[in-house]
């Protein structure tokens, strides 16, 4: 059932979600792969200069562990998502409690 429900809700708030061409990961037709493939042609394109090239990466993983939902809601509120969609969300990701399971143990 949650299936069917995110992919309603989807269908209706995609004319409210954009998002930058330079974000490659959870976006429909843009894999990281595309991310990695563009990576390695500007490399080859500056070293083909003859050019140094110098990169920076950050692990921002941690990040998507602290998602604060309020900032996310005002932020859906400001792109004039229908409010009902977001009150649907925010029951949702406020109430939700999460485990898992591996063999027969559960986390707390």
């Given at each position: 059932?949650?299936?069917?429900?995110?992919?309603?809700?989807?269908?209706k708030a995609a004319s409210f979600l954009s998002s930058s061409d330079h974000q490659f990961g959870f976006k429909s037709h843009h894999s990281t792969d595309m991310c990695?493939?563009?990576?390695?042609?500007?490399?080859?394109?500056?070293?083909?200069?003859s050019t140094p090239v110098f990169a920076c990466f950050m692990d921002a993983s941690k990040a998507f562990d602290k998602l604060n939902y309020f900032t996310l809601f005002e932020k859906l509120l400001k792109r004039k998502m229908p409010?009902?969609?977001?009150?649907?969300?925010?029951?949702?990701?406020?109430?939700?409690?999460?485990?898992?399971?591996?063999?027969?143990?559960?986390?707390?």
């Open positions: 059932l949650t299936k069917v429900l995110e992919s309603l809700i989807l269908c990695v493939y563009a990576l390695k042609e500007i490399v080859r394109y500056y070293l083909s200069k409010v009902l969609i977001i009150r649907i969300l925010f029951y949702w990701y406020c109430t939700q409690q999460i485990r898992v399971k591996w063999g027969s143990a559960m986390s707390n």
